[in-house]
């Protein structure tokens, strides 16, 4: 758990502070310096040190005077992959992030709307929950992807990606939670409170809402992996974030090249943040399920 | 037992109606529609335009433009791809038979792995920390993407690269293995995992406690563990062969292999209304015929679905 979330908060501090963690700016070329394996030092002696001044003129934590330096080694056009990790991290450790909060909103909307409706709300509900769940994930991300322009800017782009996410993974959510305040309905609490005359927004702030807290908290864990999966999975089919901006799946998408595959696998990098990042969101997720939901089981 | 039958079935009809609701807003949802592309062409007249789209029912209501695209479909009529040059049936009908070639081998492979990472090493002693523990949770973290491309870089490394066209029965069935392989290998991880977790519930069991203590060989158990196990290993093989024909797509791509996922997105990317509307029925359609055909058969495998009625 305590080393999950370290390892989490370093990831997105990378992400938050990426300009300054780097050593270059992510669209800086040097041609002449492509598919460099990591720990690369350019001769004639290059001075690798803290707190230097880059080529874009700003400060960054380490990097060279003169010459080049590659941490993690460079892709086909002699950009630092470090560097584009760094500010690719922005994408797709956010991206999940907000996908996750909106497909909660929308999920826990439909879910409390079939719940507390009944009769024919509920069975639409349940059956568009049902028809949605039938059908193949990736297929529907892909169908959605195809309402929206596709040559937009990087920004649009993003918000498109959280709006999809969102709107392919709300079911599962509102499925549960239409299940859970059916149940919480039938508490003997929640009957007393209707009892003594509470209203429609009491029932909803104080009994139904918060009983929802952990079942959130698990599931965004859950989701945001699987969300930062997703993005991973559009940008790498060229359906996401658009060359030169980084996101990690556009970076691997380079590994699709077979020269470049060959010559530097050290382009699929990304790949190992990515588990490492997953690999974190879920051990918290565990932890949060085994102390928030006991009995839940596994 | 006939009622739950005929119940599964009004189900699947039901989906696929939604589906055909679902297709044909998608297809007037998206931007421009069969004309927008085919304007560019030189030689193409307004006259012949407006017959196009007027054999698409496009000058009409929206209900009647429903009926009439369903009237087109249903009699196998799916459009033409002005990126492709084909008839959208042409092309769907040679994608889709790869993708279930892939799914299947890509299957068999899952099914194979999962059962000897979890009947023949059931959940118990030191392997829940190194199985259950350590080895499911870092496959699955991997991502899809990754496990593809590495495999592509073992198969850089490992095979001679041709620079010629082998048409031989072996190269044709490399080309489905390597892909299925890089699909396998996340699946079996999920679906080991899955089985595990049910196993530990059998385990426990009474009769398989005494089939134990009795001295029963480790066929003979294994035997006793498959068996209850059955109906959920249908449900879960249902679940990951549909999520196959259009999961495939990034192992599709990374391997360049034509299948039904590819299709789908290169639909998506070159804005082809005709082929991505088809693709997305016939692969959702073929998930919703996997889907009862799981169903049905769980009703074979599980004696105790006969007896009872729709719940």
């Known amino acids: ?298 | 037992m006939a009622s739950l039958v005929l119940f599964r079935i009004s189900r699947a009809v039901l989906l696929l109606f939604l589906l055909s609701l679902a297709a044909f807003s998608l297809s007037r949802a998206m931007p421009g529609d069969i004309t927008t592309d085919l304007m560019m062409e030189p030689g193409m007249s307004p006259e012949t335009l407006q017959a196009l789209r007027k054999s698409y029912y496009l000058d009409r209501s929206l209900a009647e433009q429903y009926f009439g695209w369903l009237n087109h479909v249903i009699r196998g009529d799916l459009g033409y791809s002005p990126v492709e040059r084909r008839p959208v049936a042409d092309l769907l009908g040679t994608h889709l038979k790869r993708t279930i070639g892939l799914a299947t081998l890509t299957m068999i492979l899952t099914a194979a792995a999962s059962l000897v990472l979890s009947v023949i090493f059931p959940p118990a002693g030191g392997r829940i920390r190194l199985i259950d523990a350590t080895l499911l949770p870092f496959v699955l973290a991997v991502p899809t993407v990754l496990t593809a491309l590495l495999v592509r870089w073992i198969k850089l490394n490992a095979t001679t690269t041709r620079h010629y066209e082998v048409d031989t029965a072996l190269s044709q069935f490399e080309n489905y293995l390597w892909p299925s392989l890089a699909l396998a290998i996340p699946l079996a991880a999920y679906m080991a995992r899955q089985l595990r977790r049910e196993i530990r519930g059998i385990l426990l069991l009474q009769y398989y406690i005494t089939a134990e203590s009795k001295g029963l060989n480790k066929l003979g158990l294994s035997v006793h563990l498959t068996r209850p196990l059955l109906p959920f290993l249908l449900n879960l093989i249902g679940v990951l062969f549909s999520s196959l024909i259009a999961g495939a797509v990034v192992a599709e791509t990374v391997f360049d292999f034509r299948g039904i996922g590819l299709l789908a997105l290169e639909a998506v990317l070159n804005r082809d209304t005709f082929l991505l509307v088809a693709t997305i029925l016939a692969a959702c359609g073929l998930v919703i015929a996997i889907n009862l055909l799981v169903d049905l058969l769980v009703v074979w495998a599980d004696p105790r679905l006969r007896k009872s009625t729709v719940s």
């Open chain 1, 1 to 298: 758990m305590k080393p999950a979330l370290t390892i989490l908060a370093v990831l997105y501090f990378l992400a938050a502070a990426s300009r300054f963690v780097s050593p270059y700016p992510p669209h800086y070329q040097q041609r002449a310096y492509a598919m460099k394996p990591p720990l690369y030092r350019s001769e004639p002696a290059s001075h690798l040190r803290f707190f230097v001044i880059g080529v874009d003129g700003r400060h960054h934590l380490f990097g060279v005077s003169s010459g080049v330096f590659y941490l993690l080694g460079s892709d086909s056009f002699g950009r630092d992959l470090f560097s584009r990790i760094c500010f690719g991290a922005r994408v797709s450790l956010t991206v999940g992030l907000l996908g996750t909060l909106l497909t909660l909103l929308i999920g826990t909307a439909i879910g409390l709307l079939a719940a507390s409706y009944g009769r024919w709300v509920d069975v639409i509900c349940v059956e568009a929950i049902n028809f949605v769940l039938s059908l193949p994930s990736l297929l529907v991300v892909l169908a959605l992807r195809a309402l929206f322009p596709l040559d937009a800017g990087t920004m649009e782009v993003y918000l498109v990606m959280v709006l999809i996410l969102a709107l392919a993974g709300w079911p599962d959510i509102a499925r549960v939670v239409r299940s859970k305040i059916l149940v919480i309905k039938s508490e003997d609490y929640t009957q007393a409170a209707v009892a003594i005359g509470a209203s429609k927004a009491r029932l909803l702030f104080h009994h139904f809402l918060p009983l929802l807290i952990p079942y959130w908290l698990v599931q965004a864990t859950l989701l945001i992996p699987s969300f930062l999966l997703n993005e991973v999975t559009l940008s790498f089919l060229g359906a996401g974030i658009q060359e030169p901006d980084a996101s990690w799946g556009n970076i691997l998408r380079q590994g699709l090249s077979v020269t470049v595959l060959s010559a530097s696998p050290w382009i699929l990098m990304p790949g190992l943040f990515i588990i490492i990042a997953v690999i974190s969101f879920s051990s918290v997720g565990e932890y949060l399920n085994r102390r928030l939901e006991p009995g839940s089981g596994k």
